[in-house]
Each structure stands twice: as C-alpha cells, then as structure tokens.
C-alpha cells in the first residue's frame, strides 16, 4: 500500500525556517517524480514544488522561489521542504504528493500545518 | 502564476448530472493534454479523479468524466449522489519555461 507521511510541520515565527519532511512506503520511491502542494486555510490547493526521481532537477513556484528548496534521499524514501524567511502568508497544510506521469497526483500525504505567526 | 478559473460553487439533485468548468489559457489546458481533477472532502486529503483530461483511474466510478475544449476543461458528474458533496480542484500542467503546474480556485459542489 502506497502511503506518504509529512511531518515537522509547527508554529514558527516571521523570518524563521523549517524543515518539512515526507516519509514514503509501499512504492519504489526512487522512480518517482515527487511535488509540494499548499492550502491556506479556507483557501484551494497551490502548487510549490516538485523534483525529478534522482534529484537532478527542481522546479519552484514565484511565491516561494529562492526561500524553499525541496530534496529528496532516496536511501531513506524521503522528501523534503526546506522553508526558510518564512511569512505569514506561507500558512498552510502542506502536503506531499506523489507524481505518476506528467504532473498527476496520483497519491497524496494527509499534510502538515505550518502557522507562520508571531 | 494565475489560477485557472472555476465557478465557485455548484449544486445539484441526487440522480442529476453536473458539470464543472475550468478555464486557462493557450498555455496551459489550451496547450496540453494534461489536465486532472482532484475531489476534496473536508479535512481530507485531496484524491485523483480524472487524468490527461478524461482519463479515470482504477476504483473512480464512470459517473466522472472529464473533456477539453480549447483552453476550457470540464469535468462531469452524472446521478450525483450525496458522497459527492466536496470541492473539485482542475490542474494543468503549465510548460517548464515558468511554473509547471496551476491549480483552479476549486468548485464546491453541494448535493441538494
């Protein structure tokens, strides 16, 4: 069974970092493309990130572009988001989510809060 | 990065069909046969409904349906049931040269 488990997410204040991770099973995480998705509270989902199966290649949304970076360890099945210069408006549920061809989801973690707030 | 444009909010009778619009640009679902759709029950985690455009994956009932005309998709439900009362989110694939991915606003559908 595939499963997809975030975790780090919390409360942190304006400018602060964190680091987001997603623990991966049931699948061979190595061949997978693998992506970041938000929603604000109330709000609908917002794509952030996604890296290729080795690592090799990322892409960014604007929004979050030279303040997270994402990575992958695929010894340890497991996806990561570092968050750094964080704002308020960067409060979200963030989820991993699994790519299986061309930018479809096909599996998606239950997601993490991250509260930006001092 | 605009999102692509979803009405924001539908409904419909048990038994009835309703569909769903999702408009983009030449960009994105006008220029790409890769437009999916995600069913969101609250404080759940999104689910894959439809793929490159009209495509179902395995276990989705075929009451869902999805076409492309130009930059506009759809996505379709027939005999809605109640189960069916969520938010509907479209995605596109968006070209390497920016951003790769755009979601819709998202559509909250109300069974009556």
């Known amino acids: 069974e595939v499963q997809l488990v975030e975790s780090g997410g919390g409360l942190v204040q304006p400018g602060g970092s964190l680091r987001l991770s997603c623990a991966a099973s049931?699948?061979?995480?190595?061949?997978?493309?693998m992506h970041w998705v938000r929603q604000a509270p109330g709000k609908g989902l917002v794509w952030v990130s996604r890296i290729n199966s080795d690592g090799s290649s990322t892409s960014y949304a604007d929004s979050v572009k030279g303040r997270f970076t994402i990575s992958r360890d695929n010894a340890k099945n497991t996806l990561y988001l570092q968050m750094n210069s964080l704002r308020a408006e960067d409060t979200a549920v963030y989820y991993c989510?699994?790519?299986?061809?061309?930018?479809?989801?096909?599996?998606w973690g239950q997601g993490t809060l991250v509260t930006v707030s001092s | 990065q605009s999102a692509l444009t979803q009405p924001a909010s539908v409904s419909g009778s048990p038994g009835q069909s309703i569909t769903i619009s999702c408009t983009g640009t030449s960009s994105d679902v006008g220029s790409y046969n890769l437009v999916s759709w995600y069913q969101q029950h609250p404080g759940k985690a999104p689910k894959l409904m439809i793929y490159?455009?009209?495509k179902r994956p395995s276990g989705v009932s075929n009451r869902f349906s999805g076409s492309k005309s130009g930059n506009t998709a759809s996505l379709t439900i027939s005999g809605l049931q109640a189960e069916d009362e969520a938010d509907y989110y479209c995605?596109?694939?968006?070209?390497?040269?920016?951003?790769?991915?755009?979601f819709g606003g998202g559509t909250k559908l109300t069974v009556l």
């Open positions: 989510a699994r790519d299986r061809s061309m930018m479809v989801f096909d599996y």
């Open positions: 995605c596109s694939y968006a070209g390497s040269s920016t951003f790769d991915v755009v």
């Open positions: 490159e455009v009209s």
């Open positions: 049931g699948f061979t995480f190595s061949s997978y493309w």
